[in-house]
């Protein structure tokens, strides 16, 4: 991994991020019912890129993009301690380059980024039978929060 490095994405990636997108859909479709079936996409990403609130990064291995995650600023309900936090996602490793802690290093940076934006709070929506990502945020230092609770009616 000593050939791994963390930059900020550019519109140049935007072809491996939409590959990595599908990849993070994949993965969660057998862990939601609820997602719809066909096509879908979760998020707008050249906007991420070009947007000041939101550092979206990737992480590189011998010129091959490896890795994704960002981190998103948010106001606050306005009944928790912190006006603002950071919005953690699109946590995305690929396959072959799993189990190396290339989140545990995205989520470092993203740490730092948001503690330059002054931010005092991180947060991440993960699913519940998700145990292999459940486990790296907690090991990064995340807790449970808020359980979300659904039912089809």
Do not use: C
């Not at 000041?52 to 106001?75: F, T």
């Not at 950071?86 to 490793?93: A, E, L, P, S």
């Not at 190396?100 to 503690?115: H, V």
């Not at 993960?126 to 230092?141: H, L, P, S, W």
């Amino acid at each position: 991994m000593s050939e791994l490095y963390i930059r900020s994405a550019t519109l140049d990636d935007l072809e491996t991020l939409l590959e990595f997108e599908q990849g993070v859909i994949k993965a969660e479709r057998p862990l939601d019912p609820f997602l719809n079936k066909g096509p879908l996409f979760y998020y707008n990403i050249p906007e991420m890129i070009m947007s000041k609130h939101i550092h979206l990064i990737v992480a590189v291995s011998k010129k091959e993009l490896v890795a994704s995650g960002y981190i998103r600023i948010e106001n606050s309900k306005h009944y928790h301690k912190n006006p603002q936090h950071g919005y953690i996602g699109f946590m995305y490793v690929k396959k072959q380059f799993r189990g190396q802690k290339i989140s545990g290093l995205i989520l470092k940076t993203l740490k730092i980024w948001a503690k330059g934006k002054n931010l005092k709070e991180l947060r991440l929506d993960v699913y519940d039978n998700n145990i292999t990502a459940m486990k790296a945020y907690e090991r990064f230092g995340f807790t449970k929060s808020l359980v979300n609770m659904r039912i089809d009616i």
